[in-house]
């Protein structure tokens, strides 16, 4: 449905670099993340998939039609939801709507079938500007006029970013509804708990792919032991650990650190609880704990 190939994109006379040879291609019906935090590089992308800019080098195809060359087949097939709420905030929710089903040639009533698990909570609230609504719901109404038209391939960039967590499930709730139609779903996100819910991800940072396959098998490709270190002093503990000759790769996560160790011989745990006593941490904890996609995306960073 989408295949990428070595494509790339620079601003200002070639300074700055927000995609590099970039590579991967997504399947019929699939949902397909690409993760990365803010700057990776995933807005370029998206706005180079859905004919809004130009690449510099490489390139791509949307349903088979080259995003240069057949634009205009591309637009009439894809949908697109930016990251910026991007609707007219002065009509109501059924006036964009209309406006949105009008531009496609087509009409609320032949595509409710598809927006109407999400409509139906938007639509008490019909008469109301979209500029007036919460952020949960301008994402549910943006979602739905990039639908509007039955799109065969969505593209949503960054759709959850700045909605509360309820939102944010309910949303996935909804993607995962509308791919089990037989859409094809390409979704960025900086929200690396949210990869798990893709069927494929792209691990993204520098303008650059760092991994692209499931979530379980970058999961089950950590090479090393994963600790959970924890004490009363976690900031000391932190520069302490990073300071250790046998520390690979020591990070914040959540109330524990995430350690891994150069060598796991059968006396590193023991050296290592030596090694913090000798600087007075006392109360350490040492677990072994399962890695998440974070963890992973951290150990592919150069």
Known sequence: MVTVNGISKSFYDGKVQAVKSVSFDVRSGELFGVIGPD????T???RMLTTLLLPD????SVLEFDIVKDYRKIRRHAGYMPGRFSLYQDLTVEENLNFFATLFGTSIAENYHLIRDIYIQIEPFKTRRAGKLSGGMKQKLALCCALIHQPRVLF???PTTGVDPV???EFWEMLKRLKEQGITILVSTPYMD???RCDR???MQYGEILAVDTPAS???KYPETLYAVKSAEIPRLLSDLRQYDNTLRCFSFGEHLHLSLRKEDGNALDELQEYLYGRDHRNVSITDTTPTIEDCFIRLLK
Do not use: C, V, Y
């Not at 700057?39 to 995933?42: H, I």
């Not at 080098?57 to 791509?60: C, E």
């Open 57 to 60: 080098g490489g390139s791509a």
């Open 39 to 42: 700057g990776a590089g995933k």
């Open 44 to 46: 370029t992308l998206f």
């Open 167 to 169: 939102s944010r499930k």
């Open 218 to 220: 970058i999961i089950n």
């Open 201 to 203: 991800i792209a691990l």
């Open 194 to 196: 949210e990869a798990t």
């Open 156 to 158: 949503l960039d960054e």
